[in-house]
C-alpha cells in the first residue's frame, strides 16, 4: 500500500512536471521575435528563510516485527490474540537556513496493540478483566537535510535532498485494563529511552503555487521512525 501511494503521487508530479515543460515551450514558440513580452519567472518556494511543515506515514517494518513477537510469546495463552498497528506518523518542519540546507524537528509515534484480551479473577471467577498488551514507540529528533537538487517552474518547485535526524529514541510496555480489577493480569509498565536516528537517503518535495504553498513529499531512508518510504503533505511558507 505505501509503495503504491508513493508511485501514485510520483506520478501526478511527474505528470505536472512534464505539462509544464511543454507549457513553456509552447509559449516560446508562440512568442513573436523583435516583440516584448512578460515573461514569467520561474519560481523558487524551497529558498533561504522558506519554512516547510509537514505530515506523513511512514512504513511499519519495525512495528511488525514487534507484533509478530508479542504473538508468539502469548499466542498458546490466547490463541484468538489478533495484532493491531497503528502508525508510524511523522510531523515536522524545515527551515531552510541557506537555499541547500535546512534544520528541523521531526517526531513520530506509532503503538503496536493486542486485541482485548480475557483473564477470570482464580479467587473470584466472577470477576473477569478486560485489557491489552501495548507497545508505544516515539522518537523526537533533530534533522538535518542538504538539498542537492532543485527544478524551479513558473507554478511549483521541485527539490531532492539527503539528510539525517538525531534525537531521542524511546519504547513504552505497558498493560491496559478496559474493564475489571486486573487480578491475575500480569501488569506491565516499563519505558526504555535511548538515543536513535533516522537516515534519509533520497528525498523529493513538491509545492505548488496554485494551492498556496501545499504539496506533497517522499523520503526513502532507515531507522527508528520509519524503514522504507515515507510519503505525505506540507505546505511552504
Do not use: C
Request: no cysteine; charged share 15%; net charge positive.
Amino acid at each position: 500500500m505505501k509503495n503504491t501511494l508513493f508511485f501514485i503521487l510520483a506520478l501526478m508530479g511527474f505528470a505536472q512536471l512534464s505539462a509544464e515543460t511543454v507549457n513553456e515551450t509552447n509559449n516560446q514558440d508562440t512568442v513573436p521575435q523583435n516583440q516584448n513580452v512578460q515573461i514569467i519567472p520561474k519560481v523558487d518556494l524551497h529558498q533561504k528563510g522558506a519554512l516547510t511543515f509537514y505530515w506523513g506515514s511512514g512504513s511499519s517494518v519495525i512495528q511488525k516485527q514487534i507484533a509478530d513477537k508479542i504473538y508468539e510469546s502469548i499466542k498458546f495463552d490466547y490463541p484468538n490474540v489478533k495484532m493491531i498497528i497503528e502508525g508510524p506518523s511523522a510531523i515536522g518542519y524545515q527551515y531552510h537556513v541557506k537555499d541547500k540546507v535546512s534544520i528541523g524537528m521531526v517526531y513520530s509515534g506509532s503503538n503496536v496493540k493486542t486485541s482485548d484480551l480475557s483473564m477470570p479473577n482464580l479467587q473470584n471467577p466472577g470477576d473477569s478483566t478486560i485489557f491489552y498488551y501495548n507497545v508505544g514507540l516515539n522518537t523526537l529528533f533533530m534533522q538535518i537535510d542538504w538539498f542537492w537538487g532543485k527544478i524551479k517552474r513558473p507554478k511549483s518547485t521541485w527539490s531532492f535532498h539527503s539528510g539525517i535526524g538525531l534525537g531521542v529514541f524511546s519504547v513504552n510496555i505497558s498493560t491496559e485494563l478496559k474493564k475489571g480489577t486486573g487480578a491475575s493480569v500480569q501488569q506491565i509498565q516499563n519505558s526504555v529511552s535511548t538515543s536513535g536516528f533516522q537516515l534519509t537517503a533520497i528525498g523529493v518535495k513538491h509545492t505548488m503555487n496554485a494551492l498556496k504553498g501545499f504539496g506533497w513529499f517522499a523520503n526513502l531512508g532507515a531507522g527508528m521512525n520509519s524503514v522504507g518510504f515515507t510519503t505525505g503533505i506540507n505546505y511552504t511558507l
